[in-house]
């Protein structure tokens, strides 16, 4: 590793994990961002050393501040989050250099997108904190968070639970999207960061670090504009390798003017062009936020598939019928029940179960059947991946039995909270099972977002799973991760 | 490769500083990087393309082939489904006939007259932000309006050359298909991982088209090619 990539792993430790963190320009002023960073900072847990920079020295959020950075100790703090004024910031970079920091968020607007004086004062910036040996993160970005250190260094909220998702993103917004995805589902966040402008470090940079973070499994991108095609291939290739990057990309690249000879040019839009070279890349590109974070989620919660084989259980029928749909329409298969698994299974199930796949359970279920039944298809070695859908049902009319005017009388109480149990202990089993045998096991109910209370829903982000809103998600989940595991396979990575 | 004039065979709508080699010239450039060309021959007069058709059997086609000369079909130029030495020789004379001075020098391309259901399209386009890309596709008349295609970054391996193949939506006509067996997808991935290497290998080269490659007996075969390339720089 040369010495300048050192140096920008160091900058990027100092980024996520500091040991002290600097607000410089800490307003009194509840509508200002270097009020709500330092807000978010404080209220969010965060350990390291906290200081602040305020004008006139006032208090803010019961911290004492100091007019300048030149007025804090030496080595104390490895970050600063810079809220000041665009023209006072070559000086604050400067200060925060020789107090030691290495890394600087600039939340300050008024740069590159703010025309050309404002591109001059970026560029300026940039050749400014090379020579100070700084990094520096945006102008005229959202923030940064990273769960492992409890710090959330952002103008706006959520902060997300901790997990194994890093996200990087061209644009803060989708930062907040994919953290508030995170904080319904429970499945949780690493490290996160809106590039801004991107004046010295973008996307690629991000995941290029997440690469190598112990902490991070997957990263998650959004990208819009792509200054160098050929580099951003090398670098998210480079990345690719060795976790899986969900992309998703918004707007058209700017289209050239073709060679109007070329036949094979007219058909080489941008748009298919950016979809090869993600296929090429291993990049697993997303048509939308939502599938993004779906798709995340999957690979930080779920082991990949090793073949198409899946096998659907579900408790009634329609679920099923719509699941297998599904799965027609994308390269996964649908198991044909081999003759072992059939009567392993009629020895557990009455009569009436459906003996083909999916395997409907037809309401013949006693108190053990579930967990026996997902056991014993899960270990067949026949069986790649698991959809198990109407989990919920039972403890979904425990919830309006506790509502309704009888409760907890005639039993109710103790109906309901079996139920409740056995949701919880069924959607936990399922992913036992995922983790113990490398098998996916998805879970997909409507519960996920209509009732998102349900005892299987919060059995399965307590198992640290995404439970899927609907049984079409979690099939396209699982066939984007075939289609993954597929690429690596063909590749032996 | 022939030496130029400075523009002979810019394209009318073509970025300035290009042009595109003869047919004959773009399928010898792409043929020597292992794209399969036809057995076919170049020749200066009706004779002798009755005496190249009589060597390489009948049906035979004939194109007025030439530097200038990008849409043979739209001109007229092509000549198909030839039977005997008369209607070579007859063809043969109508074509050269039809060339026009801004065609440069001319000849007579006679090619054996390949049939297949299935036609694709292959080559390489320039794009603006990620550079050379080889370019898989469904071809034929429904080529745009289908716009089944799969695309990669120059050069490719074999593994990204199987994809594409895979990508393409339209499977059922890579299969067995109306009496002729599957597509070979071996040799197709040979005509992709040939036109990375000839990619590579010309940097002047802009642009390349092989259209139709056509399916014969499931083996691809590229009937038609054109090749645009970079002016040469010119010495002051």
């Keep these: ?37 330092l807000h978010n900072i404080l209220a969010n847990g965060y350990q390291g050393r906290i200081f ?238 939502e599938e993004a974070f779906d798709l995340a989620a999957s690979f930080a919660t779920q082991p990949v598939p090793k073949g198409n084989k899946v096998a659907v259980v579900t408790t009634a029928g329609g679920w099923g019928v719509v699941t297998a749909d599904a799965i027609a329409g994308t390269d996964l298969e649908l198991l044909a029940l081999p003759d072992d698994l059939v009567t392993a299974l009629d020895a557990e199930l009455p009569p009436r179960w459906s003996r083909n796949n999916p395997i409907d359970l037809a309401g013949g279920e006693t108190k053990d059947t579930i967990p026996t039944i997902l056991e014993i298809v899960a270990r067949h070695p026949d069986v790649d991946a698991i959809v198990l859908l109407g989990m919920g049902i039972q403890s979904n009319q425990g919830r309006m039995e506790e509502e309704g005017p009888f409760f907890p009388e005639f039993g109710l109480e103790r109906i309901a909270a079996f139920h409740d149990r056995q949701d919880e202990r069924y959607t936990t089993v399922a992913s036992q099972l995922a983790d113990e045998l490398g098998k996916p096991v998805l879970v997909a109910t409507e519960l996920a977002v209509t009732f998102p209370g349900n005892a299987a829903v919060r059995g399965t982000a307590a198992a640290g799973k995404l439970c899927y809103p609907s049984s079409n998600r979690a099939v396209n989940a699982l066939a984007r991760m075939w289609e993954h595991a597929r690429w690596q396979q063909r590749r032996g990575v | 490769m022939s030496t130029h004039d400075p523009d ?19 399928k010898a450039l792409l043929a020597a990087h292992g794209v399969p060309m036809p057995a076919e021959q170049v020749v200066a ?32 130029l092509v000549r198909l489904g030839l039977n005997d030495a008369d209607a070579v020789r007859a063809a043969a004379t109508d074509l050269l006939a039809a060339a026009t001075p801004d065609d440069g020098e001319v000849g007579v391309l006679v090619a054996p007259m390949l049939r297949g ?40 391996e074999r593994v990204d050359a199987e994809e594409m193949i895979d990508e393409l939506r339209t499977q059922a006509l890579l299969g067995a298909f109306r009496g002729e067996p599957p597509v070979d997808r071996e040799r197709l991935a040979d005509v992709l991982l040939g036109l990375s290497r000839a990619a590579i290998a010309t940097p002047e080269l802009v642009s390349a088209d092989v259209n139709p490659l056509i399916v014969v007996d499931g083996v691809p075969i590229a009937v038609d090619a054109l090749v645009e390339v970079r002016d040469p720089m010119v010495a002051a």
Excluded at chain 1, 15 to 30: E, K, N, Q, R
Aim: charged share 15%.
């Design chain 1, 52 to 289: 602040a920079t305020n004008r006139e020295a006032s208090p803010v959020l019961g911290i004492d501040t100091v007019p300048a950075i030149d007025d804090l100790p030496d080595g104390q703090a490895d970050l600063v989050f810079v809220c000041t004024p665009a023209a006072t910031n070559p000086d604050v970079l400067r200060a925060a250099a020789a107090k030691g920091i290495k890394a600087a968020f600039l939340a300050s607007a008024g740069y590159g997108e703010a025309g050309e004086d404002g591109l001059r004062a970026q560029i300026e910036l940039v050749a400014l904190a090379e020579d100070l040996g700084m990094l520096i993160v945006g102008p005229n970005g959202q923030g940064v968070v990273s769960t492992p250190s409890s710090l959330c260094a952002q103008i706006v909220a959520p902060y997300p639970p901790s997990g194994r998702i890093g996200v990087a993103s061209q644009s803060g917004n989708f930062v907040s999207s994919f953290m508030n995805y995170a904080c319904a589902s429970g499945v949780g966040i690493s490290r996160a960061v809106s590039a801004g402008n991107a004046a010295m470090v973008g996307v690629t940079d991000f995941l290029g670090f997440y690469a190598d973070d112990p902490r991070t499994e997957v990263a998650l991108a959004y990208v819009e504009g792509i200054s160098d095609g050929r580099r951003f291939f090398r670098e998210v290739s480079a990345v690719a390798e060795r976790m899986p990057v969900v992309l998703v990309k918004g707007g058209a690249t700017s289209g050239g003017q073709r060679a109007a000879a070329s036949h094979t040019g007219s058909l080489a839009t941008d748009d298919r062009v950016f979809d090869g070279m993600c296929r090429q890349a291993g990049v697993v590109r997303a048509r939308s936020i």
């Design chain 2, 45 to 76: 007069d009706p004779d002798s393309a009755a005496t190249a058709a009589g060597a390489m059997g009948f049906p035979v086609v004939a194109k007025l082939c030439g530097d200038g000369i990008a849409h043979k079909t739209e001109r007229g």
């Design chain 2, 117 to 156: 259901n299935r036609e694709l399209i292959a080559g390489l386009a320039d794009d603006p932000q990620f550079g050379m890309t080889v370019v898989l596709g469904i071809g034929g008349i429904f080529t745009e309006a289908l716009a089944d295609v799969a695309i990669r970054l120059v050069p490719i």
């Design chain 1, 1 to 37: 590793m040369s010495a300048s990539a050192d140096l920008r792993t160091e900058q990027f430790k100092a980024l996520f994990d500091p040991a002290g963190v600097v607000i410089a320009g800490a307003s009194t002023h509840p509508g200002k961002f270097g009020f709500v960073a």
């Design chain 2, 8 to 26: 002979p065979g810019s394209q009318p709508g073509a970025p300035s500083g290009t042009h595109t080699l003869s047919e004959a010239e773009s």
